[in-house]
């Protein structure tokens, strides 16, 4: 649409961060917005909003199936060792994805990565029907590690190109409002298949649902505009930016860790940050849970996310607060949250084992006895899962203004993230008893903020200027702040 609009002949002055802290005018044409039905379909908006349903639709039901437990199976452990396959992939793969994205575009790319989530949920459908499957299982999620890394490497190529600098803010709310209510819904949905059931995993309509829910994900892509056509809510083009090559990328992250070791302070951190999962989804809401209980679990725990994130996002954005003050305060609210949801989870940890809670045993439903205080730990296990995502983004972010260094800390975080889940999700799926798999997570979630505090004190300050430090690409600084933004 944008090749054929009529250009209004007037200059429109951006100012283009260089990536050295400095600001230079860059003239940049004007072109007029289509009307009526094409102008709705061409609308930013419009397009953010199914990039969000996309998600909804794709990695909103993989977790909506991660949290009911096992994916929703008596024996959990293929579920673990898919989840290994899942991240240990994502983790290698994700650094090639940018060169993927490049050559086919980010829609393309889009849509090779949701493909990747409909195999997964098939793949317990099988399951369900042929016991056999569980290979097939493990190789899906292998397969779906792959495509997440496609998957969120060309969402974060259209939702940066989108909007305009001031209207960042809202559109990043608005897809993260979609994205996380497709947990909800997903969680909603096999709650009222299996609201009446007893049994200990889910029937093969809760599989069908998602996977009809994920294949109209899939078509969604297809259905977008074409970014090249797309102009913003100001007369702009839509410009994707090109993201670094995988050489590029390992360059970055050795020339970061080279130019500042500091940054391994913040590796249990990163660590941790997906490693939790791993107990509260498989080895408390999966080993003691009916799957009606498990239902409803996974309904509240995606809920408490919201509210988390809200929550902590209003006292880490608090104005009226120095930064430094509102660094510390995250961090003591991540600190105090730990240790209330793993104390807590204690006295209920040492009450059952594998051998005790064996996958065919009677599992607890939503009217026994005990009950109310298990799902109040799973509240404050979602409650902590997003106060933890959030005040580590926003950690990262105060900690340097460079955006190439910042898009290298974050190459760090996805990546050790990655591993560290592959990892534990494997030690689970090779039935390493749960008291164990609690203490790692309790003790790395502790270590994760000890070793974050001292880089709160150097490197978190009330007003950030010019990170020199943060110029490691090797093009240099401007190309980086390209590539990165």
């Given amino acids: 649409m944008a090749d054929n609009a009529e250009k209004l002949g007037r200059q429109n002055t951006d100012t283009t961060d260089t990536g050295s802290g400095s600001q230079s005018p860059q003239a940049q044409e004007i072109f007029e917005r289509p009307t009526g039905i094409k102008g709705v379909y061409y609308h930013p908006v419009t397009q953010v909003s199914m990039l969000g349903f996309v998600c909804f639709m794709c990695p909103g039901l993989f977790n909506a199936l991660n949290g009911l437990g096992g994916g929703g199976q008596v024996d959990a452990s293929t579920s673990a060792n898919a989840n290994a396959a899942v991240y240990g992939t994502f983790a290698g793969g994700a650094f090639f994805a940018g060169t993927v994205n490049n050559v086919l575009g980010p829609r393309i790319t889009l849509l090779l990565g949701s493909f ?15 016991p056999g499957a569980k290979n097939f299982v493990i190789a899906a999620g292998a ?32 897809f993260w409002a979609i994205f996380n209510l497709g947990a909800v819904v997903g969680a909603s949905v096999s709650l009222g298949e299996n609201f009446h059931s007893k049994s200990n995993s889910v029937g093969n309509g809760t599989y069908i649902g998602f996977l009809i829910l994920t294949l109209i994900g899939v078509t969604i892509p297809m259905l977008m505009a074409d970014p090249n056509k797309m102009i913003r809510t100001d007369g702009t083009r839509i410009r994707i930016l090109r993201n670094p090559s995988w050489k590029s990328q390992f360059v970055g992250l050795w020339l970061t860790l080279k130019n500042d070791p500091m940054i391994i302070m913040l590796f249990p951190l990163f660590l941790a940050s997906n490693w939790f999962y791993t107990w509260q989804f498989n080895d408390y809401n999966g080993a003691i849970f009916n799957i009606r209980a498990r239902s409803v679990n996974d309904l509240v725990y995606w809920l408490s996310q919201i509210f988390g994130s809200l929550a902590i996002g209003f006292l880490l954005d608090r104005e009226t607060l120095g930064r430094r003050v509102r660094a510390f305060a995250g961090w003591g609210v991540l600190f105090a949250m730990v240790f209330v949801v793993h104390i807590w989870a204690y006295f209920y940890q040492i009450q059952y084992t594998r051998a005790t809670f064996p996958p065919n045993a009677p599992k607890m439903d939503i009217m026994d006895p005990g009950y109310i205080g298990r799902i109040w730990l799973y509240i404050f296990c979602g409650l902590l899962d997003a106060m933890w995502q959030t005040t580590s983004y926003w950690l990262i972010g105060a900690m340097s203004n460079d955006a190439a260094k910042l898009a290298n800390i974050v190459g760090f975080y996805k990546s050790i993230q990655s591993a560290g889940a592959a990892g534990l999700w494997k030690a689970d799926g090779n039935l390493i008893p749960y008291m164990n798999i609690f203490l790692s997570t309790w003790v790395l979630l502790v270590a994760g903020l000890l070793f974050t505090l001292p880089m709160i004190f150097v490197r978190v300050t009330d007003q950030t200027g010019d990170d020199t430090q943060g110029s490691i690409e090797p093009s240099g600084p401007s190309e980086a702040k390209e590539t990165y933004a």
């Fill in 143 to 174: 397969i779906l590690g792959l495509c997440a890394g496609l998957f969120w490497t060309a969402q974060g190529s259209l939702m940066l190109a989108y909007p305009t600098e001031s209207q960042k803010g809202k559109f990043i709310g608005l």
């Fill in 116 to 130: 990747g989530y409909s195999l997964y949920i098939a793949s317990f459908l099988a399951l369900n029907i042929h």
